[in-house]
């Protein structure tokens, strides 16, 4: 089955700082590539995502990059804030399967 | 938007009962209903599938008949812990994907889950 390697576990940055989370998937049927923010005991927030036909996606100050080749694909956050401090995780699927999640990189943003 | 409703949001049990978890697709139709279990500080791992009128497929390392999954319509499926024990206690969380609004995925909002 798929198989979602995250990196870093826990990534802390200076306020205003970008910061890059990345994951591996190993299943090149995999279409779909969501990233999640999580608060502590709340359902995952779908932050951003892109499909398998995209290379790049941005919304404000994150974005979503893809690489299909090499199977990995990678979260931007630039102008970090302190709320953006959570759980984030990246996770794969492919048409009409479940949602594989990468096992969660926690940001602490620092004012 | 797509809305999952999940209930119990909190539960505390004793060692030996049975727990049942609800989750409600509220304006759509979820054919297909994805169950997760998620520890402290760990990421969500997939139970099982659920398909609506059909026998759920269960992950790997999942004992199928002690998390009983009934999906008997389209609009409703449940997790059941049987004979729980305080291992049990977890974050449980139902995930279905609206297919009329193409690759969404919507989460419930989860239940806390203390065996005692």
């Known amino acids: 089955g798929e198989n979602v390697e995250q990196h870093p576990s826990t990534l802390s940055v200076q306020e205003g700082d970008s910061a890059v989370i990345k994951c591996t998937y190993s299943?090149?049927?995999?279409?779909?590539f969501p990233w999640y923010k999580q608060e502590l005991g709340k359902r995952p927030q779908l932050i951003i995502d892109?499909?398998?036909?995209?290379g790049e996606k941005k919304d404000q100050r994150i974005a979503v990059t893809l690489n299909k080749t090499a199977k990995h694909f990678s979260l931007h956050i630039t102008e970090t804030q302190p709320e953006d401090s959570a759980v984030y995780f990246c996770?794969?699927?492919?048409?009409?399967?479940?949602?594989?999640f990468g096992k969660g990189t926690t940001l602490s943003v620092s004012s | 938007g797509a809305v999952v409703s999940q209930h119990p949001s909190r539960v505390i049990c004793k060692s030996g009962t049975s727990v049942k978890i609800e989750c409600r697709s509220l304006?759509?139709?979820?054919?297909?209903m994805f169950w997760y279990r998620q520890f402290p500080k760990q990421s969500l791992m997939l139970m099982a599938t659920?398909?609506?009128?059909?026998?759920?497929?269960?992950e790997q390392g999942v004992e199928k008949d002690k998390f009983l999954i009934n999906h008997a319509s389209l609009t409703l499926s449940t997790l059941t812990v049987t004979s729980a024990h305080p291992e049990d206690s977890s974050f449980y969380i139902c995930?279905?994907?609206?297919?009329?609004?193409?690759?969404?995925?919507?989460f419930g909002s989860g239940t806390r889950l203390t065996v005692v």
């Open positions: 995930s279905a994907r609206d297919q009329g609004q193409g690759y969404g995925y919507t």
């Open positions: 299943d090149s049927a995999s279409n779909y």
């Open positions: 304006d759509f139709q979820a054919t297909t």
């Open positions: 659920s398909n609506e009128g059909s026998k759920a497929t269960y």
């Open positions: 996770a794969t699927t492919k048409t009409g399967t479940a949602l594989i």
């Open positions: 892109i499909r398998s036909n995209v």
